[in-house]
């Protein structure tokens, strides 16, 4: 959507820095493509070059044609990314923040309600803050509870 035949007439990385394309069968010299052209170019030569026999056949030998044909595939993929990065690296961006924004959201609520929690124990009374405790199933906080005087030990014996 972003990168239309418009908007990105060429595949290029920079001002200086413009991609042609070639694959060598149908396309024998290096042509200058919109972007989005290139991509889908490339996605096609890379999944007909996948689905040959000669690279099922060959398998994981990298230092035959595979090898290069394959590092061929990894530098355009890297081009794309350097375009994307270059001319729509605003999109991502703007994708991030409103991401980052709502983790920041998610975290800010959870504060609030660990604190909302915080106060309404608070403002209980002793035996409400033992029975809290002990449906959470804190020890600890029954512990300190008992230790704090408020409630009688004897009723509530805590392991010590």
């Known amino acids: 959507e972003a990168c239309s035949q418009i908007s990105c007439k060429?595949?290029?990385?920079?001002?200086?820095?413009?991609?042609?394309?070639r694959d060598g069968d149908q396309i024998g010299s290096a042509i200058y493509t919109p972007a989005?052209?290139?991509?889908?170019?490339?996605?096609?030569?890379s999944e007909n070059y996948f689905a040959t026999p000669s690279f099922t056949a060959n398998?994981?030998?990298?230092?035959?044609?595979?090898?290069?044909?394959?590092?061929?595939?990894?530098?355009r993929l890297f081009r794309v990314f350097a375009h994307v990065h270059y001319k729509h690296w605003?999109?991502?961006?703007?994708?991030?923040?409103?991401?980052?924004?709502s983790r920041d959201e998610q975290a800010i609520r959870e504060r609030r309600s660990r604190q909302v929690e915080e106060a309404k124990r608070k403002q209980t009374t002793p035996?409400?803050?033992?029975?809290?405790?002990a449906r959470v199933g804190s020890e600890?906080?029954?512990?300190?509870?008992?230790?704090?005087?408020?409630i009688n030990s004897e009723d509530?014996?805590?392991g010590e």
């Open 10 to 21: 060429e595949m290029s990385s920079s001002e200086n820095v413009v991609y042609k394309w």
């Open 90 to 101: 605003n999109i991502f961006k703007s994708g991030m923040r409103y991401r980052q924004s």
């Open 59 to 75: 398998g994981n030998d990298l230092k035959n044609e595979n090898g290069k044909i394959l590092k061929t595939i990894v530098r």
């Open 127 to 133: 035996l409400e803050r033992l029975q809290y405790a």
């Open 36 to 45: 989005r052209e290139y991509v889908q170019q490339l996605v096609e030569w």
């Open 156 to 158: 509530f014996p805590v």
């Open 140 to 150: 600890l906080e029954v512990k300190a509870i008992v230790k704090q005087g408020d």
